[in-house]
């Protein structure tokens, strides 16, 4: 072991966190599908010889917890012996990277001086992978081998030379090859800056100082969370929910439950009572189901630090398999992401029975429509994919944010309404705050938004992401539950549909003919009695409550 | 005699003025403390220059006030009338969440409470088209309800207004008519570019300031009406251009930037006579560290920018900041990591050794108790500094709690503050498609003549310069500024469809602006430049490509020869290009110069004149070492003079460290150049 100090090994800290934040520069500079260059659905990070993470970029959170699982998994299929300098490998077996077949994950062995010491890896939504929906999120798959092609753990460079093979079957197998080809290469080059920075780093340091540093990181960071956990008040705590339906047992609502227990300053999640495996894609992997456990300890106990493997010690997640939070192959699994927004909201709302301060009541649900024409006989196609914001859920100490885009979309912003009317035919009508949903409490919580969109052509069918409509965002500590995303079409006329439940085809929609989205807001957090006359009073006057409401509700005269 | 150039610079310590005499090529600097009322500093500093007002051409200010205003949230009660259906975009914003971890997460709250937000029936489509046509009689009532609201601003956002202003000017009439005493900003006037959450953004930002800064300027206005100046006072903007003090109270928010900007406009013209084309340019100060990269000439630039997340459309120097300066605060984190910054201790209590009864230990202690400083000699005498109060803030806060010698906590804290400096280079530069060991360093601020070494070496640079009175670099630099207005106009459309003359037709209206404003700024025909840019992109992106526009694109129909230096840029800024994909024009930009005189950067006397080195001082470079390191006076320093590290040469308002192995060379002009190796 060689010797180190507490100052080099903070300069090793930052400097990986650095280099992890040019991967992910390199990966947004070069990649061609603006998943990743806009909605930024990807997660880039370095680990140790052994998988365990060093730093990470800022992607996707739960993308984030995924990519060590995937490189574990890659020493078992591949041997460590067995990795040489200018491998690339492919992998996204949802067993071993968590989400669903279109995140991809590209990693690269990182040696120094003939020794394998570091790997880094990228891990980002690509444009298609060949599956029945094109791009990956089919509502009514059945089996995983629909959703796409499965590599597992494929080099497509070995010691530098490329698979030509591989790469031709790939880009055969893709409905978008230029798109496909282009990120891949894009993940190429973050691994190769990762690799770079890393040797770069060795020269400077010495290989085994940078090794016997971050293991001191390690140490300090499991410290800390065990600190942090040690204070969490010992005991066990529980919550569960249940989603509307899996898109193929449309009657069928599925379970979802945690049961926490805290025990000195070790935590474990297990999610024993949640159903059994679904029929449909909603399936969520378990390596992801744990991936969010640690991604939500981090936010509850320190959402500032870099993160790295220490944090994670402290919490074990369990799960019974072939269920929908730990399927089992062949499941389907491509819309995974309903269970995952769940998994987080569930935590929260366990936890906050020992921490209130810390917890938020839950937030509103994955909800958008498309828009789309297929058939060119009908007009130009085109498709609109457009998730709306909606409303979170209260803070233990403020009312919830309003119209902020669901948690694992993470920094994905919405359309505004002069680009959509620029590149669509369809003019929006309103974009407004939606005043109806939103919890109420002694901090509310935030609202969701209504949008109108009118068709400026025939023939425009619409498909809509919805979930909770049984079981809405609930409050917490005597807050209110909020209410039901929905949409509603040809409003105002005798042939009105109220939509409130998942649906892959409606119309055709016509010139003239509307559709207003309305997401539901957040659900509120404490007693409404108890909220301050002044917030009271405040929201009387921007008008998000009426002076009889204020009354009715609050006690609060205005 | 008016032949006297006067620049005021304000930062978060000092206000910084530097007069330049143009017949005799000399400066003259000053600095005054920047608390309390700032238009009584800047006549401070003219005081203390002991300048006669009569004898100065121009005046140039980078001024705060804007990002202050922003910041502090102390702007004007604010209305905002939208269209119909569209009141609250300017709270929905765009739904993002930049903090991945945060389940706290909250975008910053409207400027505009939802109450003094109303909405008018009027309707336009993305051609400019009217659907819906201005009711006038609701926009009657809707002004005279803000009036009865006491708003001291309205800002006007309206849908496509950016395709076309009538209906926000028409409403702008109504205001004018109805409310007149109210500041009128109209989303169009500001940024004439489509994405309404960032317009609206933008022009409530601008009106929300308007008040603050139209008090401010017509304070120093008729102050210098007293004094008898005649001359102009021209307002540094964002874009690293200067602009009239009324154009400057109409459109504030040009100035967002106009702070850091001189320094990089400086560094810009300080590379061009040295024939240093590509720099970064690098800005130490108390509490921030700002960088920004000039590649072959030129700063670069960005068409948006933020504060506090609040997106501002402006034409802006690509400038990051981070919390790293001589201020910043050492601590240690609830994992006993170390960290320096992002907190200051400002000027008030500034750091320990400031004897200001500041306990915490900040970069300055570490600088002065390994000898870099001397106690003695701080802002040339004008301060003392308590080197215990420094070594007892190191040691109890940091070297105690981490078992190490207080030495070795004070190299860590400037070895920390130094690398997150550095990756703030690095980011900035390889973001950009570009390897900071190309490029040369440009080190100025008060502290920045002391991190100059260090960043060369750990960025592997292989030079460094430190100018002339560093100190006052961004002053001296807002004397390098040309005039400059931006306009925009979004035409969006693939570049296969879009025809000649609707090209044309927009640019000559554009040009037709850019003349007005010319004339308003009595700029003569020789001293006028306009330059025209094309931001396209690949059909379906989302972020473009500027490309300058040449006469010859409009000649060709095609527009073939366009298309190409799209791809060619693409391919350099992104790695990629997509030549069989089409193409998409999204905004025409122009910008017009108005040349100015600039400062001639003078050679100094020839001749050694001896006897720079005025003392040896043990101080502690790496590991636990004392060296004896010479202390150089810059004053007496000469042409062609070469040290070798270690070396200290010291100045009145700012220290230059040379670590060993590195090489320094006084330039011609007296500036500073540090060099990796002998």
């Known amino acids: ?207 085994d100082v940078l090794q016997a540093s971050m293991e001191a990181v390690f140490n300090q960071s499991e410290q800390m969370m065990r600190r942090k956990v040690a204070e969490i008040p010992d005991g066990i705590y529980s919550a569960e929910t249940w989603l509307d339906h899996d898109g193929i047992e449309l009657d069928k609502p599925r379970k979802i439950k ?67 939070v730990s399927p089992v192959y062949p499941a389907p699994c491509d819309s995974y992401g309903y269970v995952g ?35 060119p006989r009908h007009g130009e196609p085109f498709i609109f994919i ?170 609060v005269k205005v | 005699m008016t032949n006297q150039r006067l620049a005021i610079d304000v930062g978060g310590t000092f206000v910084d003025f530097v007069l330049f005499d143009e017949a005799s090529g000399e400066i003259c600097i000053e600095k005054v403390s920047s608390g309390g009322k700032l238009e009584e500093r800047f006549f401070e500093g003219i005081e203390r220059l002991g300048l006669s007002l009569t004898d100065l051409a121009m005046i140039v200010h980078g001024s705060t006030t804007v990002i202050n205003t922003i910041v502090q949230e102390k702007g004007a009660r604010t209305g905002l009338i939208t269209t119909q259906g569209f009141r609250d975009v300017l709270e929905l914003g765009r739904g993002n969440r930049p903090e991945i971890y945060n389940l706290f997460y909250r975008p910053p709250a409207p400027l505009v409470p939802r109450y003094l937000r109303y909405e008018v029936p009027e309707r336009l489509n993305r051609r400019g088209e009217t659907l819906i ?42 205001v004018a008519e109805i409310y007149p005493e109210a500041h009128v900003s109209i989303s169009s006037d500001i940024v004439r570019e489509w994405r309404e959450f960032e317009r609206a953004s933008t022009t409530v930002l601008n009106t929300y300031v308007k008040p603050k800064m139209a008090g401010y300027l017509s304070a120093l206005q008729s102050g210098l009406k007293d004094r008898h100046y005649t001359g102009t006072l021209n307002i540094m903007q964002s874009s690293g251009g200067m602009t009239s003090g009324l154009a400057a109270q109409n459109a504030p928010i040009r100035t967002l930037e106009s702070g850091p900007a001189g320094g990089v406009i400086g560094a810009a013209a300080l590379g061009a006579k040295l024939g240093f084309a590509n720099l970064v340019a ?41 919390g790293a300066g ?33 306990a915490e230990p900040t970069v300055t202690d570490a600088q002065l108790i390994l000898g870099y400083l001397d106690p003695q000699y701080y802002l040339g005498k004008r301060m003392t500094l308590d080197r215990a109060a420094a070594e007892r803030a190191i040691e109890t806060k940091i070297a105690q709690p981490l078992n190490l010698p207080t030495t070795e906590a004070a190299q860590g804290i400037l070895r920390l503050a130094a690398a997150n400096m550095s990756y703030a280079i690095r980011n900035i530069t390889i973001e950009r ?84 404003h010319f004339d308003s700024h009595h700029i003569q025909a020789a001293n006028r430049a306009v330059e025209l840019f094309a931001d396209l992109r690949y059909l379906g992106q989302e972020h473009t490509v500027r490309v300058p526009l040449q006469a010859d694109d409009l000649k060709d129909p095609l527009f073939a020869s366009l298309r190409t230096r799209f791809d060619d840029l693409h391919e350099k800024a992104y790695a990629h290009a997509l030549p069989h994909l089409s193409v998409e024009f999204v905004h025409v930009r122009l910008s017009l110069i108005g040349l100015t005189q600039k400062p001639a950067i003078l050679e100094m006397p020839k001749g050694n004149k001896g006897g720079a080195q005025k003392a040896i001082r043990k101080v502690i470079l790496m590991g636990n070492d004392i060296m004896d390191c010479p202390i150089y006076d810059r004053p007496l320093l000469a042409a062609g003079e070469r040290l070798d590290g270690p070396a200290i040469v010291e100045e009145w308002t700012s220290t230059t460290l040379l670590l060993p192995g590195q090489t320094l060379e006084v330039d011609p002009y007296g500036n500073l150049i540090l060099h990796a190796s002998h």
């Open chain 2, 326 to 358: 001589g201020g910043s605060i050492a601590w240690l984190d609830a994992e006993g990591g170390l960290r320096v910054g992002p907190k200051s201790a400002e000027a008030a209590p500034g750091p320990a050794c400031f004897g200001l009864g500041g």
């Open chain 2, 433 to 516: 498609g570009h390897d900071p060991r190309e490029f040369s360093l440009v080190c100025f601020g008060g502290g920045g003549g002391l991190f100059a070494a260090a960043l060369m070496r750990e960025l592997e640079m292989a030079r460094a310069i430190v100018p002339v009175n560093p100190a006052t670099f961004s002053a001296w630099g807002l004397l390098n500024a040309d005039y400059r207005e931006d306009l925009s106009r979004t035409v969006v459309k693939p570049l296969k469809e879009l025809r000649l003359e609707e090209l044309a037709g927009v640019i000559s209206q554009m040009e037709a602006e850019a003349t007005e």
């Open chain 1, 341 to 375: 927004e769940m998994i987080i909201q569930l935590i929260a709302r366990a936890l906050s029975q020992a921490i209130p301060e810390r917890c938020p009541a839950c937030s509103y649900q994955m909800f958008g429509p498309y828009f789309f024409r297929t058939d």
């Open chain 1, 386 to 555: 457009d998730p709306v914001d909606g409303g979170g859920g209260a803070f233990p100490h403020a009312d919830g944010p309003s119209a902020l885009i669901f948690v694992g979309d993470g920094d994905c912003p919405n359309t505004p309404a002069e680009i959509i009317e620029t590149r669509y035919p369809l003019l929006v009508r309103r974009y407004a705050l939606n005043l109806e949903g939103a919890g109420k409490g002694k901090y509310r919580g935030g609202f969701g938004v209504i949008r109108d969109y009118e068709m400026l052509e025939d023939n425009i069918l619409m498909q809509l992401m919805n979930e909770n409509t049984l079981y809405p965002p609930w409050g917490l500590f005597g807050g209110d539950q909020s209410g039901v995303s929905k949409a509603i079409v040809w409003e105002g006329t005798d042939h009105e549909q109220v939509l409130t439940r998942r649906i892959s085809y409606f119309g055709p929609l016509h010139k003239g003919d509307r559709v207003s989205a309305r997401t539901t807001g957040g659900g509120g957090w404490g007693d409404p009695k108890e909220r301050d006359p002044e917030l009271v009073k405040n929201d009387v006057l921007n008008g998000f409550l009426s002076a009889a409401e204020a009354e009715k509700i609050y006690g």
């Open chain 1, 258 to 324: 945690v049961t926490i227990t805290v025990k000195g300053e070790e935590m474990i999640m297990d999610w024993t009572g949640s159903s059994e495996v679904a029929s449909g894609p909603i399936n969520h992997p378990f390596v992801e189901t744990r991936a969010l456990g640690y991604c939500l300890l981090k936010s509850l106990t320190a959402p500032f630090d870099p993160m790295n493997q220490g944090h994670l010690r402290p919490l074990t997640v369990t799960a019974p398999p072939n269920t929908v």
């Open chain 2, 133 to 174: 046509p201005l009711d006038e009689a609701a926009a009657r009532q809707v002004i005279a309800q803000l009036k009865e609201q006491g708003v001291l601003g309205i800002a006007i956002c309206f849908l496509h207004s950016y395709a076309n202003p009538a209906h926000e000017r028409r409403l702008a009439e109504l």
């Open chain 1, 1 to 207: 072991m060689p010797a180190i100090d507490p100052i080099t090994t903070q300069v090793i800290r930052n400097a990986l966190k650095a280099a992890a934040d040019e991967m992910q520069i390199s990966l947004v500079k070069t990649a061609h599908n603006p998943l990743i260059y806009e909605v930024h659905d990807f997660g880039v990070v370095l680990t140790d010889h052994l998988g365990q993470i060093l730093a990470e970029g800022s992607g996707l959170p739960g993308f984030l917890g995924c990519l060590p699982s995937a490189i574990v998994s890659g020493l078992k299929v591949v041997g460590a012996e067995n990795f040489s300098d200018g491998d690339v490998i492919l992998t996204n077996e949802p067993d071993d990277t968590g989400t669903h077949l279109s995140d991809v994950v590209v990693y690269m062995p990182i040696l120094y001086k003939g020794r394998l010491v570091a790997f880094s890896s990228v891990m980002a939504h690509w444009a298609d992978v060949g599956g029945v929906t094109p791009g990956g999120w089919c509502p009514d798959s059945t089996d995983v081998h629909q959703e796409g092609m499965i590599f597992s753990h494929l080099k497509l460079y070995e010691g530098g030379k490329l698979n030509t093979t591989l790469e031709r079957m790939i880009l055969k197998n893709v409905r978008f090859p230029e798109l496909v080809h282009g990120d891949m290469n894009a993940m190429i080059a973050a691994c190769h800056t990762g690799a770079r920075r890393y040797q770069a780093l060795c020269d400077r340091f010495g290989a």
């Open chain 2, 282 to 322: 690098a800005d130490v100060g108390g509490t921030t560290f700002d960088v920004a990269m000039i590649h072959q000439n030129r700063p670069l630039e960005k068409a948006e920018t933020a504060v506090n997340r609040r997106p501002v459309l402006q034409p802006t120097l690509d400038i990051i900041s981070i």
